[in-house]
């Protein structure tokens, strides 16, 4: 694993810096448009989740290889609240933002892994990882 950048989150302008990071990346990898779409996406999602609900925090974006396999991991980590009800925050349709709810779930469905690991008062990881076909 070769750490390859990681964003500190305070503002809107981060999001887009660390969007431009993850198509960047995506694109040296050898993604193809739609995933590099896909992968922005996502990393967006997970930036705004951070800026919206944790304040600030980070996103780290990674090149990663397992078994001849190359991919793109994104790590957002932050030191917020912490999410209660991971389940909840799963659902389609649930929002807390009144956005449209495909927050999370969205990013569950854009990339190849996802893993969450929340604790209330001490923050949120969440780490996905989408795989060159």
């Avoid at 887009?16 to 896909?38: P, S, Y």
């Avoid at 780290?60 to 609240?81: M, N, Q, T």
Wanted: aromatic fraction near 6%; include cysteine; charge should be negative.
């Amino acid at each position: 694993m070769e750490l390859q950048s990681c964003v500190k989150i305070m503002n809107e302008w981060d999001i887009v810096a660390v969007r431009q990071l993850g198509r960047n990346v995506a694109k040296e990898l050898g993604f193809g448009t739609v995933d590099q779409a896909r992968i922005t996406t996502a990393i967006s999602e997970l930036a705004r989740n951070i800026f919206l609900y944790a304040g600030q925090g980070e996103v780290s974006i990674e090149k990663c290889y397992h078994e001849g396999k190359r991919g793109l991991k994104v790590i957002a980590k932050d030191k917020g609240p912490g999410i209660s009800d991971i389940r909840k925050v799963l659902e389609d349709g649930f929002t807390t933002s009144g956005g449209l709810g495909a927050g999370l779930p969205g990013v569950r469905r854009l990339m190849d892994e996802f893993d969450i690991q929340s604790e209330i008062d001490e923050g949120t990881e969440i780490i996905a990882v989408k795989w060159l076909r």
